[in-house]
């Protein structure tokens, strides 16, 4: 069965970091692409950066570019998300996902989700 758990969310200053970890099981992490999603109140589901299950490539959205790197261990099954100079419009929960297609930032492609880690930055 497939499980994806997010840890590391919380609330941070103005310009602090954050590292988020998405731990999966029930399956080999190398086989899949895995995507990292946002969910501000009242807002659509944001994808903002994946690691492609091919050749390990990325890809981040406009808005945090420069300040987010996503990685994966294979080892431990486990990618990450480091998030750096975080801003107030950064406030969402976090989710990771998994899907077998490449990199793409699209909700609607991922099939198995985690359930999601607060982040909130405020002073």
């Known amino acids: 069965q497939v499980h994806l758990v997010e840890s590391g969310g919380g609330l941070v200053q103005p310009g602090g970091s954050l590292r988020l970890s998405c731990a999966v099981s029930?399956?080999?992490?190398?086989?899949?692409?895995i995507g990292w999603f946002r969910q501000a109140p009242g807002k659509e589901r944001e994808g903002i950066s994946c690691?492609?299950?091919?050749?390990?490539?990325?890809d981040y959205v406009d808005s945090v570019k420069g300040r987010f790197a996503i990685s994966r261990d294979n080892d431990r099954n486990t990618v990450y998300l480091q998030m750096n100079s975080l801003e107030p419009g950064d406030t969402a929960v976090y989710y990771c996902?998994?899907?077998?297609?490449?990199?793409?930032?699209?909700?609607?492609?991922?099939?198995?989700w985690g359930q999601g880690t607060q982040v909130t930055v405020s002073s």
């Open positions: 029930g399956f080999a992490l190398d086989y899949y692409t």
């Open positions: 996902a998994t899907t077998r297609w490449s990199c793409v930032l699209t909700p609607s492609t991922y099939n198995y």
């Open positions: 690691i492609s299950v091919d050749d390990g490539s990325t």
